[in-house]
């Protein structure tokens, strides 16, 4: 009888020893990120090896950028490994939800719409969206001078709702937006687009490569609807404490160490 009752509290204890890490991301001691490798210079992938890269699973291919240079010191400050699965963007969330990755590390912008699927944590870089586009536009000032000029950005972020709602407010005209900012880009470059809204660190990226030639970027300022930033997002069914380490992880990377790290893989 005695026994039995230490095999059942065994059994017992085993069981809340399991429920306290069936949604503790960070129990297997690693740190499985979603991404893209597709969105420079947040994430793009390499070739070959290097200290500033990682692995990108079930391939021969590395995954480098802002966010894998973020992913390494988040995990480091944890103790723990990262991991580097290639999704594509509109397959982050329901990765998350899956519980296949744990955390999108991706320059998603925590947004309403997406809390209603997952959870976030802070941010881990606020930027300006800027307008790609010719430099006989240069000295534009309000997006109402770009009326009936086409703009598009990638499919599925908060820039092309803003293509939209500018298209409502003040004529411009929303193209199909593409699904990646490569293509973007290269539909600017083609001159079948005459704009792409994205985040500052992407308009440096690509105005530095060799498409960007004959082309500026344009601030919008004082417009506080082309102000983001960039958080992690998690799932809303991980431990408390899951959130609270990754933000305790993220407040010791101070502002200047985050610019530092962007402009290692950007256009300044």
Do not use: H
Request: overall charge negative; charged content about 20%.
């Amino acid at each position: 009888m005695k026994r039995l009752l230490l095999t059942s509290a065994l059994f017992a204890l085993s069981l809340t020893a399991c429920g306290s890490n069936a949604n503790d991301p960070l129990a297997d001691g690693v740190l499985t990120i979603g991404l893209e490798c597709a969105y420079p210079p947040f994430n793009f992938t390499e070739y070959t090896a290097s200290e500033n890269n990682l692995p990108i699973k079930d391939t021969n291919e590395y995954c480098a950028g802002y966010d894998i240079l973020i992913a390494k010191r988040v995990a480091a400050d944890l103790g723990v490994q990262v991991e580097v699965v290639r999704c594509d963007w509109d397959g982050l969330i329901p990765q998350i939800q899956a519980g296949t990755i744990d955390g999108i590390i991706a320059g998603m912008t925590d947004t309403a719409e997406r809390r209603n699927s997952i959870d976030f944590t802070n941010e881990y870089y606020s930027s300006q969206l800027v307008i790609v586009t010719s430099n006989s536009y240069q000295s534009y000032t309000q997006v109402s001078e770009f009326a009936g000029k086409k703009f598009i950005a990638q499919l599925g972020t908060v820039q092309a709702d803003l293509v939209d709602s500018l298209a409502e407010s003040d004529g411009i005209v929303a193209g199909t937006s593409p699904a990646t900012y490569p293509e973007a880009f290269t539909a600017l470059a083609a001159g079948t687009v005459d704009a792409v809204i994205c985040e500052t660190p992407v308009a440096n990226d690509f105005l530095a490569s060799s498409q960007g030639g004959g082309f500026c970027k344009v601030v919008m300022e004082g417009n506080d609807d082309f102000a983001v930033s960039v958080s992690i997002g998690i799932s809303k069914n991980a431990v408390a404490s899951y959130k609270e380490r990754l933000n305790s992880a993220l407040a010791k990377i101070s502002q200047s160490d985050r610019e530092a790290l962007m402009n290692s893989v950007a256009g300044a």
